[in-house]
């Protein structure tokens, strides 16, 4: 807690000259939700820490600030953390249609499109859909999902979307090329031998076969004589090579799959590196941007090219595994959850795809700015959900009209009120309020649950923007309490939300799947479909239907 105290009192001295309490407590909250639940421990932690900022002059708040939150200095497009690139002419985006993209897919999407808009590049979108595995096979609908997403993120690629699986004949001929210059061979060993081959570097009998045997076998392949899992095309490396996994990979197998948009039109397709080499080479790709996890493709590629005399080789450039804490990100459980109607559609917030973001009220900008706050690093990352969510609500505060939502809805009965007008403020920036007539003597709100044992504990409470009331008893089904003789609004009162007998009931879809229920004021009613707004005290939403809304955060 006191570090994200501290970068948000930096922060505040560093642009207004000083900290203040009330300009730095809503950071806290808004990044850390549960530290309100001690709100007096917390007040005195954040007034401890503005007295130690406050001392510091400009210089040193600037360079601690710069190394304890970095994503809080505005910068420069310049400054983004990519380092600059040489002669970037055409970039790809090869996406496997295993799914519909998402968070975890970003990095790449955004970082190509970056160096292609900076050089005036092209951006190609190539669907990897070379035939899929049993644990890993094409979705159909990803060939829609994936260039939505895209779209949506403002990915800016070629509308002539490129498709593998139109292009098996460019593969064999290229295939045939290394056969015939002794460079690939055709193999029937069974795949448990000839992993116990390439552990201790021996090489099989079939090896040593001719290249004409080779070619014969190869046609034979293609010809179908071969069944699923019983024959292969593999390349000649060094059997001796350090590295046990670049010894003899295969480049073709044999899989009687059918293929979502080919039908069994083919039973022998490339492995990725043969597919990658072959259509980076023929497509004039400049750069490749991909995951250090794919770094042994990466020299199988530039194996290829060499034995097919390709001189303008790509320039190959990884980054490390990104990885966000607190997305629970799985695109083969989202495929099985979406198939059997687990999930209600690759839109579900359990898939984390674009579309489930897109549908959550995230901006795509918000994700471009988070991925571009991380750099083009090969060191393994890992970031919290809270980072990106800090980005988007920068964006989409400006504009959320503020409403009250009451979880778990308890009774509250309230007597003594003197009749007054209510005028509530829908925003800080606006002048736009909505109001409430309290009448004079006996009135009925309802609060959450949680609020009922503030209030308990507390004693009193201040109804936001309306009046301070003391606790008087509850019961199971209700709530009593009086309005305060005190209508002083102190600093440290516990101030809580609530909804008055004109209430509706709603419900909020959260990001597992499940719901929480309550109700909220009749003045959502006025809200528009797909507007996002603020439950105050409980987080940002967006309004899927009357009654209905999706978290999009806290």
């Known amino acids: 807690m006191y570090t994200v105290i ?25 990044e850390m939700p549960g530290a309100k639940k001690d709100i007096k421990s917390l007040i005195k932690k954040i007034n401890e820490v503005i007295i ?66 900076k050089h005036k590049g092209k951006l190609l979108l190539v669907i990897d859909d070379t035939i899929g595995s049993e644990a890993k096979p094409i979705v159909k609908d990803a060939y829609k999902l994936i260039p939505q997403g895209l779209k949506w993120l403002k990915i800016k690629f070629d509308p002539n979307i490129i498709y593998k699986s139109d292009r098996l004949k460019l593969y064999y001929k290229y295939g045939e090329e290394l056969i ?25 009998s079939h090896r040593k076969q001719s290249i004409n045997e080779n070619l014969k076998e190869w046609k034979l392949m293609l010809k179908g004589k071969y069944k699923e899992g019983t024959a292969c095309i593999r390349l000649k490396t060094n059997m001796k090579a350090k590295d046990p996994s670049f010894r003899d990979r295969v480049l073709f197998r044999i899989s009687d799959k059918a293929h979502p948009r080919i039908g069994d039109k083919y039973r022998v397709w490339p492995m990725l590196e043969m597919s990658w080499a072959v259509d980076d080479m023929l497509l004039g790709i400049s750069h490749i941007i991909r995951g250090k996890e794919l770094m042994i493709e990466g020299r199988m590629q530039n194996f290829i090219w060499d034995l097919l005399g390709y001189k303008k080789k790509p320039e190959i450039i990884y980054h490390g595994l990104f990885q966000v804490k607190g997305a629970k990100i799985s695109k083969s459980k989202a495929r099985v959850e979406v198939e059997s109607g687990e999930y209600s559609g690759w839109a579900d917030p359990r898939t984390w795809s674009l579309q489930s973001l897109k549908r959550r009220g995230f901006k795509p900008e ?37 409403y009250f939502f009451v979880k778990d809805p308890v009774k509250l009965i309230v007597s003594g009120c003197p009749e007054k007008k209510v005028s509530i403020s829908m925003h800080p920036k606006t002048k736009r309020s909505r109001s409430y007539i309290i ?11 949680e609020d009922l044992k503030l209030l308990k504990s507390e004693g009193w409470v201040r109804l936001k923007d309306a009046m301070n009331i003391d606790f008087v008893s509850a019961s199971n089904s209700m709530i009593k309490a009086k309005h305060s003789k005190n209508q002083e609004e102190v600093y440290d009162i516990r101030k809580i939300q609530f909804i008055t007998n004109k209430g509706k009931e709603c419900k909020i879809l959260m990001p597992d799947g499940s719901y929480d229920k309550g109700l909220c004021e009749d003045y959502c009613n006025r809200v528009k479909k797909g507007e996002i707004i ?19 955060h806290n």
Do not use: W
């Not at 571009?372 to 504009?399: H, Q, W």
């Open 180 to 204: 015939k210059k002794g460079a690939a061979y055709f193999c029937k060993c069974p795949t448990e031998l000839i992993r116990d081959y390439r552990a201790k570097g021996v090489e099989c």
């Open 366 to 402: 918000a994700l471009r700015e988070f991925i571009l706050s991380l750099g083009l690093s090969t060191g393994e990352i890992k970031v919290p959900i809270d980072s990106l969510y800090t980005f988007n609500r920068r964006l989409i505060d400006a504009d959320a009209l503020r």
């Open 534 to 552: 603020q439950f105050e005290r409980y987080g940002f939403v967006r309004k899927e239907s009357d009654g209905k809304y999706i978290l999009t």
């Open 52 to 117: 130690e900022v406050n001392k510091l002059d400009e210089k040193a708040i600037l360079k601690e600030l710069t190394s304890l939150a970095p994503e809080l200095l505005e910068k420069k497009e310049e400054d983004q953390g990519l380092p600059e690139l040489k002669n970037v002419k055409k970039l790809r985006l090869a996406p496997f249609p295993s799914g519909a993209l998402h968070i975890g897919n970003i990095r790449g999407a955004i970082i190509n499109d970056e160096y292609a808009k």
């Open 6 to 30: 501290r970068k948000h009192a930096l922060k505040n001295a560093l642009d207004h000259g000083k900290a203040i309490l009330k300009a730095v407590m809503p950071k806290v909250i808004g």
């Open 439 to 449: 009448n004079k003597g006996v009135n009925e709100f309802f609060i959450t649950k």
